[in-house]
DNA sequence: AGATAGATGTTCT
DNA sequence: GAACATCTATCTC
């Protein structure tokens, strides 16, 4: 694994820009989250730029900052460099991580990536993942690899028991594209807010949404 | 091997 | 009610 920049001062400096230009830049970085049980590091190969209203032309509202701040999505309006927990679909966990300038508010929603330290925690932690590249091929599946959960929400991820080491080099090939099966007005389909590596086995494959039916 | 259905429960509109 | 997810089960090809 190749070092990159891990100094808290320069990356939380690089985080302050616009999301869509972070994103492609971002792949490759490794996240590590150290806790009592060990660490876990994966490195992201896919993230999801979401925008605040008042920071970009296009409508984005599968933003959760479309309707203004709340009490959950308090952290995305403080500076970069911070996590944003949200607990979705009553049993999963999705990470941000906040960036912009401070009160932007926009994030990167990690949607994937490859554990390249702490397998063994990663896997306990995911027992249904048969396979490597499936232990965060999607965006609760990273969260659930690193043990990330609510409690972590609005915590530095640059600080101690997380880090964030930028990639030295970029990667090769980054591919972007738009979100898909987005409902909703003016719907957030027609602008690539997506970017991964390109034929990276561990980029989560799309689906798109299904309405679900009622108990 | 791929598609589909059902279940799970928090947060916001 | 609806939500950009995941797992398991159960079909179909």
Redesign the pocket.
Known sequence: MEKGVSDPEKVRKFLEGDPRLIAPLILGAVLTHKSEAGPVAVRLTEV?AYMGPRDSEHP???S?T???P????APMFGPPGFLYV???????Y?ANIVCGPGGSPSALLL??GEIVEGEGLATLR????KAHK?LA????????ALGLT?ADTGRDALASPFSLWLPRTPAAAVASGP??????PG???DYP??FWIEDDPTV?RY?A???????
Do not use: I, Q
Request: hydrophobic share 25%; proline share 7%; net charge positive.
């Open positions: 999801e984005d509202p599968g959760h479309f309707g203004g709340t009490a959950r999505n949200y607990f979705t679909y009553g049993m999963h999705c949607r994937a995911r027992p249904a993942s499936d091929s999607g965006p609760a599946r990273l969260a659930s609510t979100r898909v099966g987005v409902a909703g719907g957030s389909t807010w997506r989560s689906k949404a299904r309405p679900r039916n009622r108990a």
